[in-house]
């Protein structure tokens, strides 16, 4: 009796795996104990179930995906990341308000990947991360979206600014209003660069995120709407695709600032 392609995929380790090495291309045998650490005796009894199920077939002794194999293991794939990226901090998932970022990538968090949480400790909780404030002067490209003011925002972001690095910058109203109350002489500066471009967001977002060329960092409030200084960051390739279509969904709906 078959079992059911959920049972077949997702209650062996040994079979989840091959499929997911085959999605790279046709593996013989030893390049699948190799890649998989795993011994004939273990493996073929699962590449038996796998090629029941018209998931993979074999010719000359070469296993690869079936049609239908490949559509399911490109479907498995975002599902698969984003378990991995919500398990590497899962107590910092649950008690985030994931309302500011846009439904089609709260659906592929999985790209974030390789991303770390940063918290800072007691003596620092004031203090913009290292990792973010030294990563911040080396981009090429520097896109940011302010929803809270941070008293070493302005003197940052005026000296990324003269700095000739490609700026654009969203405000909020609330720290577009604070900015120009406090901080005049920095955002004027900001204003009068040819490589900076400055936007107001009419809607109040609670939550914080700066993209660059090399990484992407994101301060997303808890769920009671409190932010409690816990920020994530990832360098990946594909976190930064990500991060660029959210600052662009925002991007969207801001009004460019022409004159201060």
């Not at 650490?37 to 000359?60: G, H, R």
């Not at 009671?224 to 920020?231: P, R, S």
């Amino acid at each position: 009796m078959r079992s059911s392609l959920s049972d077949t995929i997702w209650l062996s380790e040994k079979r989840k795996r091959l499929l997911l090495l085959l999605m790279e291309g046709p593996r013989d045998m030893d390049q699948i104990k190799k890649s998989l650490n795993v011994t004939s005796k273990a493996m073929m009894p699962q590449i038996k179930i796998l090629m029941d199920n018209d998931l993979v077939l074999e010719e000359d002794r070469v296993f690869s995906l079936s049609e239908v194999g490949k559509i399911i293991v490109d479907n498995m794939n975002p599902l698969l990341s984003t378990l991995e990226v919500i398990e590497e901090n899962p107590e910092y998932w649950a008690t985030r308000d994931l309302s500011p970022i846009p439904s089609r990538l709260t659906q592929k968090l999985g790209e974030l990947g390789d991303c770390m949480v940063i918290e800072p400790d007691i003596n620092h909780l004031f203090d913009l991360p290292e990792e973010f404030t030294e990563n911040l002067g080396k981009a090429a490209k520097v896109r940011t979206m302010l929803s809270y003011f941070h008293p070493l925002y302005p003197k940052l972001y005026s000296e990324i600014s003269q700095k000739g690095i490609e700026l654009d910058l969203i405000f909020t109203e609330m720290v577009y209003e604070r900015m120009i109350e406090e901080c005049y002489e920095e955002i004027n500066t900001m204003a009068n660069s040819k490589n900076t471009k400055l936007y107001i967001l009419k809607n109040d977002i609670a939550t914080t995120i700066a993209v660059t060329d090399m990484f992407v960092y994101i301060c997303l409030f808890n769920k009671n709407g409190i932010y409690d200084h816990k920020k994530i960051m990832s360098f990946d390739d594909s976190a930064i695709k990500w991060g660029e279509r959210f600052f662009d969904s925002y991007k969207e709906k801001a009004e460019q600032i022409n004159k201060l």
